[in-house]
């Protein structure tokens, strides 16, 4: 099974200021199609998880430009350029290259300092 | 707008079965990929299990195969999770998804095994 590591854990930010989560696999995500099926999820507090990003950098439809996605191969970065109170929550990197199983990364919480 | 809607979860003893149900509306439902994900209390997310469109090809993740069947109904626009022999570890709140890349999930429905 293909394993996804996220890093931090834990990711104190203050308001305004930008935030940086990084998301490994245990190997190349690139399929024999040609695409990276990686995507990126936030679970705000209390809530369902809600898709942000697919295929490494694709904003899904309502998605604020404020969040990007980037990375090739094994490493990839989910980006917020400021923080807002909203973005609070854990975020989650999942990878859909080799299955089954499907696999997510461990989750990373960001909070407000 | 799409909407996934849950239904099934409860308290059952360990060894005991429930049938979870997932009822969708506001897209084609006959035409996607149809996913089960997991999150026991406090914990990240799990896969568990999805379906293709004509329910020809299912797969689960190891710690379910056996105990665990999903299917669908394309009529009823309806996902289902079949949950057979029950453990404590499988306590969760399992939420539908739309898709093998997760486009949609419902609110879940909480599923606690325990005597």
């Given at each position: 099974?293909?394993?996804?590591?996220?890093?931090?854990?834990?990711?104190?930010?203050?308001?305004?200021?930008?935030?940086?989560?990084?998301?490994?696999?245990?190997?190349?995500?690139?399929?024999?199609?040609?695409?990276?099926?990686?995507?990126?999820?936030?679970?705000?507090?209390?809530?369902?998880?809600?898709?942000?990003?697919?295929?490494?950098?694709?904003?899904?439809?309502?998605?604020?430009?404020?969040?990007?996605?980037?990375?090739?191969?094994?490493?990839?970065?989910?980006?917020?350029?400021?923080?807002?109170?909203?973005?609070?929550?854990?975020?989650?990197?999942?990878q859909g290259t080799y299955w089954p199983p499907w696999t997510f990364g461990q989750g990373t919480k960001v909070e407000i300092k | 707008e799409v909407q996934l809607v849950e239904s099934g979860g409860g308290l059952v003893q360990p060894g005991g079965s429930l049938r979870l149900s997932c009822a969708?509306?506001?897209?084609?439902?006959?035409?996607?990929?149809?996913?089960?994900?997991?999150?026991?209390?406090?914990?990240?997310?799990?896969?568990?299990?999805?379906?293709?469109?004509?329910?020809?090809?299912?797969?689960?993740?190891?710690?379910?195969?056996?105990?665990?069947?999903?299917?669908?109904?394309?009529?009823?626009?309806?996902?289902?999770?079949?949950?057979?022999?029950?453990?404590?570890?499988?306590?969760?709140?399992?939420?539908?998804?739309?898709?093998?890349?997760?486009?949609?999930?419902?609110?879940?429905?909480?599923?606690?095994?325990?005597?």
């Open positions: 099974d293909v394993v996804m590591t996220q890093s931090p854990l834990s990711l104190p930010v203050t308001l305004g200021q930008p935030a940086s989560i990084s998301c490994r696999s245990s190997q190349s995500l690139v399929s024999s199609d040609g695409n990276t099926y990686l995507n990126w999820f936030q679970q705000r507090p209390g809530q369902s998880p809600r898709r942000l990003i697919y295929k490494v950098s694709n904003r899904d439809s309502g998605v604020p430009d404020r969040f990007s996605g980037s990375g090739s191969g094994t490493d990839f970065t989910l980006k917020i350029s400021r923080v807002e109170a909203e973005d609070v929550g854990i975020y989650y990197c999942m | 969708a509306s506001g897209f084609t439902f006959s035409s996607y990929w149809m996913t089960w994900v997991r999150q026991a209390p406090g914990k990240g997310l799990e896969w568990v299990a999805n379906i293709k469109q004509d329910g020809s090809e299912k797969y689960y993740v190891d710690s379910v195969k056996g105990r665990f069947t999903i299917s669908r109904d394309n009529a009823k626009n309806s996902l289902y999770l079949q949950m057979n022999s029950l453990r404590a570890e499988d306590t969760a709140v399992y939420y539908c998804a739309r898709g093998r890349g997760l486009e949609y999930w419902g609110q879940g429905t909480l599923v606690t095994v325990s005597s």
